[in-house]
């Protein structure tokens, strides 16, 4: 679908969502137990109170209507969670609001250590303006015997309610995983996000989704100058292209894309074209998108790479970065199948921010130039699995990780991965990595022993050099063997300015590199321990 930028609003038709949805309001009596007041009504705009914003619900007969409507193509794999009620209120209120909670199922087709354990995952979303304190309500259609909220260094403390209800506070935005009974095998992410971004609803190019509404977008063409408007409440299934240059672009809302109508592919060209924002098919591997934003989405099941339109390393010897400028903000992500990287920020002067990535693959990789990633909470899966992965696609000067919490490693090869594997030279400087929390970490096998950090260059590849790799506040949950190994250092050039300042393993602070069981070869000198 072609989008006429410049010339008119542009309004997606839909399946829209009956105006009323019946739910009910609940408020806790004088001895803290549950009782249902009355009978509310609830439109398709959003219940907003003193800074408290909760989305329409959308009902099993809305999306029943859409599938019905849409045979050859209904919604899949994102249903309403039969597992978790979530209500929250401002903690100055006696009355609590549900939020909707969806699920999605593990559905992918990987096999082995590429497919994640987990059975499903439920999320839900609501907004508020930090500072205003909000209680938050579970209920599980099974008894409650625990609650672990992650990130646990933020700690965030639940109380039992009753047999089935678990309670806690934030008076920040938050982004949590929440383990109950002690089952990570189904988790509840609860999203607490900052407010909706501004929505450009009248911009020359817009093209609006309502709230309340579902709707299919398979391989939507996104010119430059378009303004996707995607509110809280809205649901868009498909996939979106996003040609080579495509600059001044803007995806806004806190509604969700999902891809599972969209197949999984490890070879061929449907690896590009399925993508979350993909690249146009006559420039798959080198694209490039400028001065693109995305914020406030929740993006599931992805197909494949999520932003594989950013990649465009491109010119002599792939040195040439033709994305840039680009934002990634306030963005929630839940996938499934292998090779979901959920975050290419190729190219130069790029920024990730206040994000939650629960994908398969590498979280970030190829060549980026002056760019920044903090305030990330990931749980990663195998296939790959590392924080940053930085190879042969071109060179790669100051990127700054801070702030990143781990929340948990499936089947993950090593946290920090730079290798050579295409007979190219490359140079890697000044990359820091600072305020790391991992807080779980699986070695289920002697391929994948989830190591820390490793460089190297296989026999007969490339080469690079590295220069001011700087690692400050990294807490790692344990310490691997001496035979496993924390890391490799094998590279066929110089390694200089490689320093770690307060590195731990399992509560112990490492002085060498050799006692962090991190070998190296004569190619690595001068790091520096404090």
Request: aromatic letters at 10%; proline letters at 4%.
């Amino acid at each position: 679908m072609k989008i006429n930028t410049f010339k008119k609003v542009f309004y997606v038709t839909t399946i829209l969502v009956a105006v009323f949805t019946s739910c009910e309001k609940f408020e806790e009596n004088e001895g803290g137990e549950v009782e249902k007041i009355s009978s509310v009504e609830k439109s398709a705009v959003l219940a907003s109170a003193g800074g408290l914003t909760v989305p329409p619900i959308i009902s099993q007969t809305t999306i029943n209507n859409f599938n019905t409507a849409n045979s050859s193509n209904p919604l899949k794999h994102l249903t309403i969670s039969n597992d978790y009620r979530v209500e929250v209120k401002l903690s100055t209120s006696n009355v609590y609001q549900e939020v909707q909670v969806f699920k999605t199922d593990n559905y992918a087709i990987a096999k082995g250590s590429d497919r994640r354990p987990q059975n499903s995952a439920s999320f839900a979303n609501f907004s508020f303006t930090s500072g205003n304190t909000i209680d938050i309500r579970v209920t599980g259609i099974q008894p409650l015997t625990g609650c672990v909220i992650r990130p646990r260094r933020l700690g965030i403390t639940s109380t039992k309610v009753n047999t089935y209800q678990y309670s806690f506070r934030i008076n920040t935005n938050q982004k949590l995983s929440l383990d109950m009974n002690g089952n990570r095998l189904n988790p509840l992410f609860i999203f607490g996000n900052p407010p909706e971004p501004t929505l450009e609803t009248s911009a020359a190019g817009a093209i609006n989704f309502a709230p309340g509404t579902i709707t299919n977008v398979d391989h939507m063409v996104i010119n430059s100058g378009a303004r996707i408007n995607i509110p809280a409440g809205a649901i868009v299934q498909g996939n979106f292209v996003l040609p080579k240059g495509a600059n001044n672009v803007k995806f806004l809302g806190h509604g969700i894309i999902t891809s599972g109508n969209l197949n999984f592919s490890s070879t061929g060209d449907i690896k590009w074209d399925n993508s979350t924002f993909a690249p146009d098919p006559g420039h798959r591997a080198w694209n490039g998108v400028n001065n693109v934003s995305w914020e406030g989405l929740t993006i599931v099941n992805a197909a494949q790479w999520v932003f594989a339109c950013t990649y465009g390393n491109e010119g002599t010897n792939n040195e040439t970065h033709s994305s840039h400028h680009n934002t990634f903000r306030d963005l929630k992500q839940v996938h499934w199948n292998p090779e979901t990287d959920p975050m290419w920020f190729d190219g130069d002067y790029n920024t990730v921010n206040d994000c939650f990535f629960f994908a398969n693959d590498d979280v970030t990789s190829h060549g980026s130039n002056n760019c920044t990633l903090t305030n990330l909470v990931i749980w990663q899966g195998g296939n790959g699995g590392h924080l940053l992965l930085l190879d042969n696609w071109s060179s790669s000067n100051t990127i700054t990780y801070d702030n990143i919490d781990l929340i948990g490693q499936d089947n993950v090869m090593e946290t920090v991965l730079l290798k050579a594997t295409q007979p190219l030279n490359r140079t890697f400087n000044n990359i820091t990595i600072k305020n790391l929390f991992v807080e779980e970490r699986t070695a289920p096998s002697s391929y994948w022993k989830n190591r820390f950090f490793s460089l190297y260059a296989p026999t007969g590849t490339g080469k690079y050099s590295v220069s001011n790799f700087l690692f400050n506040n990294i807490r790692l949950p344990n310490q691997n063997s001496a035979a496993d190994g924390e890391g490799i250092l094998a590279p066929a050039l110089s390694v200089t300015g490689l320093k770690f300042t307060n590195l731990y393993m399992g509560g112990t602070k490492m002085m060498s590199l050799s006692g962090a069981h991190i070998s190296k070869n004569g190619n690595v000198t001068g790091e520096v321990f404090q």
